[in-house]
């Protein structure tokens, strides 16, 4: 049996879930977050209390860029939940896949970081470019796996 092999034949396929989870995390965790920076907006006087309820621009820069931050996360990280759920469907999880998973996920938490901290967008864009790239990997491996079937 090939190294390959063994670690395919060990590895539990519901493992995938963990860098999943960890990824829900992170977006309730930035839900948190941004409760806390806005009721410190708010106890600061620096929101418009007449706009809140229906302008982002109501809100200080503080509490925007956690919010769009948030937003992020259901953007790209969504085709990640769906590429973790179809290659757990077809069973085609291996040692590989779970490196990307956790790299992916990995990808975002800095991402995360950076853009609810320094938000410095050349740093910021190469952290989402790598996580990107890693999904065109997964996207094309998850590709091959179905039409071999």
Not at 14 to 25: D, T
Not at 109 to 133: D, E, Q, W, Y
Request: positive net charge.
């Amino acid at each position: 049996m090939a190294v390959d092999e063994k670690l395919e034949f060990d590895m539990n396929n519901n493992y995938l879930f963990l860098p999943l989870m960890i990824q829900v995390a992170l977006t309730l965790g930035l839900y948190i977050y941004l409760g806390i920076v806005k009721s410190r907006a708010t106890k600061q006087g620096t929101v418009d209390e007449t706009r809140r309820a229906l302008h982002d621009d109501a809100w200080p820069d503080s509490v925007m860029q956690v919010n769009n931050c948030i937003r992020n996360q259901f953007e790209v990280p969504v085709l990640f939940y769906v590429l973790t759920f179809v290659l757990w469907s077809i069973n085609s999880v291996n040692i590989y896949i779970h490196a990307a998973a956790w790299l992916f996920v990995f990808s975002r938490i800095v991402h995360a970081l950076i853009h609810t901290r320094s938000n410095h967008v050349p740093l910021r864009r190469k952290i989402f470019t790598i996580g990107c790239f890693i999904l065109i990997g997964m996207t094309a491996f998850t590709t091959i796996k179905i039409l071999s079937a």
